[in-house]
């Protein structure tokens, strides 16, 4: 066959689109757990066709932020926090593994650059900013990730971390998230320091004390 360059095909970059802005909605909570997703009703929404939204939920139901049964509409997956409680543990060791390899790699920038993401996370918390503070955090940890250089890690929380920043969310007015801003001052001291095994200990502290707080709300 006569080799050809193909022009990219919009609705690849449809169906991505639909699938961020309906993911965001279901995390923040404007999709409430249980609320059900019609694909027509979306479809219409978005002013598109209902093939890049049934790809979209798909997607989603993939990751376990939303789920259907034969015969039945498709649902925001309710809040389990069983299944949080895994989550922040296999989180907790992603992030200790990509702080570990990322302290050799760390630049004097890197590190000015979590000093101010925390300073605006522990901003957001005093406004009561819950999104801003969840931006904040994950901007904190989003360092560490990009200087450590395994796109495996990066590929692998990404299916992971919306569980967690849902509930988060939902139980935002209890948290004391201040907590988090003085455990990330240690963990940006020891980076500091070049000090790997304890950037890493502090790292998974930091994600599991906070998965215990958050899962134990219910109990």
Do not use: C
Not at 7 to 23: A, C, G, H, M, W
Not at 80 to 103: D, M, N, Q
Not at 126 to 138: H, N, S, V, Y
């Amino acid at each position: 066959m006569k080799n050809k360059k193909f022009t990219p095909i919009k609705r690849l970059s449809l169906r991505d689109e639909v699938y961020e802005t309906l993911k965001n909605s279901i995390v923040q909570l404007d999709f409430e757990p249980g609320a059900r997703l019609h694909d027509k009703e979306l479809a219409e929404d978005f002013g598109i066709s209902r093939t890049p939204v049934r790809e979209a939920l798909k997607r989603l139901e993939d990751e376990g932020l939303v789920e259907s049964t034969p015969g039945s509409s498709t649902r925001v997956t309710p809040l389990k926090e069983e299944e949080a409680s895994h989550a922040f543990t296999v989180a907790a060791a992603l992030h200790a593994l990509g702080a570990r390899l990322s302290i050799p790699q760390l630049a004097e920038r890197d590190l000015d650059l979590l000093e101010s993401a925390n300073e605006e996370l522990e901003l957001a918390l005093k406004q009561q900013d819950f999104i801003g503070a969840i931006k904040a955090d994950e901007a904190f940890h989003q360092i560490y990730l990009q200087a450590a250089k395994n796109p495996e890690i990066i590929s692998a929380l990404k299916r992971i971390i919306p569980k967690i920043q849902r509930l988060e969310i939902a139980q935002f007015g209890s948290l004391n998230g201040l907590k988090s801003v003085e455990q990330h001052k240690k963990i940006i001291e020891v980076s500091r320091q070049r000090n790997a095994d304890m950037a890493s200990r502090l790292v998974e502290e930091n994600w599991l004390s906070l998965g215990e707080l958050l899962t134990s709300k219910g109990k």
